[in-house]
């Protein structure tokens, strides 16, 4: 039976939905790279909230969604950008969070990073309180027995004056580090209030002081995590990354080859991960990544590539709504019973939007359970005026 899909611009047109799942049972740990899901946060529907009260969230359904990917063998980047941090998700809630999925990855034999900021400051900040909000938040991390994420902060990027700031700041906050941790840097793409990171508009410059950071401290740096969605920047920075520093890319552009390296992929020829779009892919992801482990690198470019469109659609301008798509695309999957966000960020995108993210991810076979994400699908267009 066909679906009514909304396009751009008006009208719908007609859709014939796949028959059949495509089986990827969970399997083993990978070997050949290190891979994390930033992972979403599934909402409490019942719960009586606003946009910008606290964040209402049900434990059980966002644990669960844990541990399926672990169960894939990938690790769960925790209290990032996908899960909403700033963005519908506060820091009582990530501290929450944070607590609740270490101690889970602990019980699953995951691994798990967690994003450490300084979003307890709603209003920006002085140095001194920035670092002492960053300090809060990686005590909160390192108690839980997860790896940080050192994200990059709204409020440093409002109140540094240059470069000299960020070299200063992120220098104590790695001489404090118990272990090594992973520096993320999240483009303007992904949150406008980031532009100018690292003290300079000038991506040559700001990547300079990037690099002068690491370089002083590259016994407390496991990885450095980019998501500028530029492929040809990320390969040129993990060249000049010192030996050992892992390049973690969150490129949702360009993950495949940016993952499959350069030949020979040795040494910084290759990217690791921690992407969002692992997310909705996490069985696809996982199946691709185990025959890069063979070394088939041909065939992760067959498993992977194809994905590549749904990810440059979930992740389309403004891109920092892509966790839209990805909660929609865990709820057709079965992943929750549901279609809403904290935040109400559920109505984000448009619905032609939702319905070509539906088609495409039904076009690789994601839902385990087609008539299911079929029919749930259909219950959306209908509520939304799309009859069927």
């Not at 209003?123 to 790896?147: D, H």
């Not at 990547?207 to 995590?225: M, Q, R, S, W, Y």
């Not at 032609?352 to 087609?370: I, K, N, Q, S, V």
Request: hydrophobic residues 45%; charged residues 20%; negative net charge.
């Amino acid at each position: 039976m066909t679906l009514r899909l909304p396009v751009t611009g008006g009208g719908v047109r007609e859709y014939e939905p796949r028959a059949e799942p495509l089986a990827l049972p969970p399997a083993g740990p990978l070997t050949s790279r290190t891979v994390f899901s930033a992972a979403h946060v599934v909402a409490d529907p019942y719960a009586d909230t606003t946009p910008d009260g606290p964040a209402a969230i049900d434990w059980d359904a966002t644990l669960a969604f844990r541990r399926h990917l672990w169960a894939h063998g990938l690790g769960v980047a925790e209290a990032m950008d996908t899960a909403q941090r700033g963005m519908g998700l506060d820091w009582a809630g990530a501290a929450e969070l944070i607590r609740r999925s270490a101690a889970e990855a602990k019980a699953a034999g995951g691994r798990i990073a967690c994003g450490v900021g300084t979003d307890q400051l709603t209003a920006g900040g002085t140095l001194p309180e920035i670092r002492a909000a960053y300090e809060e938040q990686l005590a909160v991390v390192e108690e839980s027995g997860a790896q940080a994420v050192l994200m990059a902060s709204r409020a440093l990027a409002a109140t540094a004056g240059g470069a000299d700031d960020y070299l200063g700041l992120y220098g104590h906050l790695l001489r404090q580090a118990s272990e090594p941790v992973i520096l993320h840097w999240l483009g303007p793409m992904f949150d406008p209030a980031l532009d100018g990171y690292w003290g300079s508009a000038d991506l040559d410059t700001a990547t300079d002081t990037f690099l002068e950071v690491i370089a002083a401290h590259p016994d407390k740096v496991d990885g450095v995590k980019i998501s500028l969605l530029d492929a040809r920047r990320e390969v040129e920075l993990r060249r000049r990354l010192p030996e050992g520093v892992r390049c973690y890319t969150g490129d949702d552009f360009h993950y495949p080859e940016l993952i499959a390296g350069e030949e020979p992929p040795a040494g910084n020829r290759f990217s690791h991960a921690l992407l969002g779009i692992f997310d909705p892919l996490a069985p696809l992801a996982a199946e691709a990544v185990r025959l890069l482990d063979t070394g088939d690198t041909a065939g992760f470019r067959k498993v992977l590539d194809p994905t590549v469109a749904l990810s440059r659609h979930l992740f389309e301008a403004p891109t920092r709504f892509y966790k839209t798509g990805v909660v929609l695309l865990a709820w057709l999957a079965g992943h929750q019973e549901h279609f809403t966000m904290v935040g109400g960020l559920q109505s984000a995108r448009s619905l032609p939007h939702l319905a070509r993210a539906y088609e495409l991810a039904d076009g690789l076979r994601l839902f385990p359970d087609p008539a299911r994400a079929e029919a749930r699908m259909r219950s959306l267009l209908t509520v939304y005026g799309v009859p069927q």
